[in-house]
């Protein structure tokens, strides 16, 4: 029973990041669905972030303040810059970007335009030398092709559409909305889709980004609560700023009991402070490509939730995309799990060695301790004989007697 619980505790222990960044997508595309809904009723996006991130740094500050009191470091200039640097390539760049573009497009064309992120992620992490590459190992090429085919499927499921696919749970939803989805099938047809294509890419750069410098802060300031409240508490601050520059309609930051401030709370605690927190903590143990590889699921789960909430129809192309994508990602996922591997094993391997040159080092110790020792008792002895006052006898030599020899007479 013991061996059995060890081995699901042991099991738990490895699946923990996997299981997190899968919540994680589920919890992207809900925001996803639900902001949409909120931009389509009229809300400025520039208002939404800036509530998102109030929110955000009102849910998590109370557990930075208690749990990390005893272990947060001091922030430094340069600590101060990078977190500054956060704030804006997350809250402003990235989310003002992306929710303009989801705006002029579609939760699923978003979703999919943002399944570059990898790709990106991982080109900079190399550039940065966060990320070994060795094409030569079999790890690191499945990390490349699954990188280039995780892209290939997020480009197919954009570029080509196909056939309507049938679900049994749109069956229905379709037939009722056949002239709204007409009616939202021409007005797109007017919607500038290559501009919110180009703000997508630029939301996407500067996600990848944020992934990468989040990952250098984190090592040099250790408090991962206390750093998420602070830069959702920056970030809201230069949303606020870029709102009062950008849209000056006083009407614009008036929110009720409505979907506005269900998409504002629900992207605050869930997509900010949660998905900030964890996204750190996943990355402290498996870096920044690990993170973002898992993105691409939230692009399926929102095109069957789009399904059931949108009435979205599902393509061919949007199907054969999903699945390139899923194979991207094994092949990512099991790239960077071999490389786990190889560290675990590098680790257990240097182990023993570390010990015994520290059994080594505590011989060479005691040899060292040993002879100083003789060496302060042979300084005391020589110390003990020179102090040692000298006393000088003089005694008088007794002479010996003049003894009178005849000479003899020839």
């Known amino acids: 029973m013991e061996g059995k619980l060890g081995c699901f505790a042991r099991f738990f222990l490895t699946s923990k990041p996997y299981i997190a960044m899968i919540c994680l997508q589920f919890g992207y595309a809900g925001m996803n669905i639900i902001t949409k809904v909120s931009l389509n009723r009229g809300m400025s996006h520039y208002v939404l972030v800036v509530y998102r991130h109030a929110f955000a740094t009102a849910a998590i500050a109370p557990f930075a303040l208690y749990l990390e009191r005893n272990i947060r470091p001091k922030i430094t200039f340069s600590i101060f810059m990078q977190m500054f640097v956060l704030g804006l390539l997350g809250p402003v760049i990235d989310q003002n970007f992306y929710y303009a573009g989801l705006k002029l497009t579609s939760p699923t064309f978003s979703c999919a335009m943002s399944n570059m992120l990898p790709a990106m992620t991982f080109v900079m992490a190399v550039l940065c030398r966060m990320e070994i590459l060795d094409m030569k190992k079999v790890r690191c090429q499945a990390k490349v092709i699954g990188t280039i085919v995780t892209v290939a499927g997020a480009m197919l499921m954009t570029l080509y559409?196909?056939?309507?696919?049938?679900?049994?749970?749109?069956?229905?939803?379709?037939?009722?909305?056949?002239?709204?989805?007409?009616?939202?099938?021409?007005?797109?047809?007017?919607?500038?889709?290559?501009?919110?294509?180009?703000?997508?890419?630029?939301?996407?750069?500067?996600?990848?980004?944020?992934?990468?410098?989040?990952?250098?802060?984190?090592?040099?300031?250790?408090?991962?609560?206390?750093?998420?409240?602070?830069?959702?508490?920056?970030?809201?601050?230069?949303?606020?700023?870029?709102?009062?520059?950008?849209?000056?309609?006083?009407?614009?930051?008036?929110?009720?009991?409505?979907?506005?401030?269900?998409?504002?709370?629900?992207?605050?605690?869930?997509?900010?402070?949660?998905?900030?927190?964890?996204?750190?903590?996943?990355?402290?143990?498996?870096?920044?490509?690990?993170?973002?590889?898992?993105?691409p699921l939230m692009m399926i789960i929102v095109a069957i939730m789009g399904s059931?909430?949108?009435?979205?129809?599902?393509?061919?192309?949007?199907?054969?995309?999903?699945?390139?994508?899923?194979?991207?990602?094994?092949?990512?996922?099991?790239?960077?799990?071999?490389?786990?591997?190889?560290?675990?094993?590098?680790?257990?391997?240097?182990?023993?060695?570390?010990?015994?040159?520290?059994?080594?080092?505590?011989?060479?110790?005691?040899?060292?301790?040993?002879?100083?020792?003789?060496?302060?008792?042979?300084q005391k002895n020589e110390m003990f004989k020179s102090s040692v006052p000298t006393i000088a006898i003089n005694a008088a030599m007794p002479t010996p007697p003049m003894i009178a020899v005849e000479t003899p007479r020839v």
Not at 318 to 325: N, T
């Open 161 to 295: 559409k196909g056939n309507v696919v049938e679900l049994f749970w749109t069956k229905h939803v379709h037939t009722h909305h056949v002239a709204e989805t007409t009616s939202a099938t021409s007005g797109s047809s007017d919607k500038d889709w290559v501009f919110g294509s180009i703000l997508l890419i630029i939301a996407t750069f500067a996600w990848a980004s944020f992934f990468i410098l989040q990952n250098v802060t984190m090592r040099k300031y250790t408090a991962p609560l206390s750093l998420t409240c602070l830069v959702c508490f920056i970030g809201t601050l230069q949303s606020i700023a870029v709102t009062l520059v950008m849209d000056h309609k006083p009407g614009t930051w008036t929110i009720g009991w409505d979907m506005n401030l269900l998409a504002a709370a629900y992207a605050g605690i869930v997509s900010s402070s949660i998905a900030y927190y964890v996204q750190g903590l996943v990355m402290e143990k498996r870096g920044p490509v690990f993170v973002t590889a898992f993105s």
């Open 308 to 378: 059931f909430i949108l009435a979205e129809k599902i393509y061919m192309g949007g199907v054969m995309g999903a699945i390139l994508i899923v194979i991207g990602l094994y092949a990512v996922l099991w790239g960077k799990y071999k490389e786990h591997k190889e560290k675990e094993l590098a680790e257990e391997i240097l182990d023993p060695v570390k010990a015994n040159s520290g059994n080594n080092n505590n011989m060479n110790m005691m040899i060292t301790d040993s002879v100083e020792v003789n060496d302060l008792e042979m």
